[in-house]
């Protein structure tokens, strides 16, 4: 069993910057992908940003120079540092980790961005 806990969300004007962080425990092997959804009132859950065993990275296009993914040297712990947020960040983010077929999720935390 996996379990996340995430940290970071908040309230921040537009142009503000916030950092997510996702703590991961339990039964973690070394080959997962780490990486954040969002999902706002009344949309479907999306795609931010990943980042796999290997470093390899992806973010979503309306995020792209503006939001970076890291993790710390263990592996356990990712980062999303958000920066140049607009109103339209608003949503809650999700922290996520994939190991073989299995999904796992955090319990979300909000961010909203005010204009």
């Known amino acids: 069993q996996v379990q996340l806990v995430e940290s970071g969300g908040g309230l921040v004007q537009a142009g503000g910057s916030l950092r997510l962080s996702c703590a991961a425990s339990?039964?973690?092997?070394?080959?997962?992908?780490r990486g954040w959804y969002r999902q706002a009132p009344g949309k479907q859950r999306e795609l931010v940003a990943v980042i796999t065993s290997v470093g390899s990275k992806n973010y979503a296009d309306s995020v792209k120079g503006r939001f970076t993914i890291s993790r710390d040297n263990a592996g356990d712990t990712v980062y999303l540092q958000m920066n140049s947020l607009k109103p339209e960040d608003t949503a809650v983010y999700y922290c996520?980790?994939?190991?073989?077929?299995?999904?796992?999720w955090g319990q979300g935390t909000q961010v909203t961005v005010s204009s």
């Open positions: 339990g039964s973690i092997f070394s080959i997962v992908t």
């Open positions: 996520y980790l994939r190991q073989g077929n299995i999904n796992y």
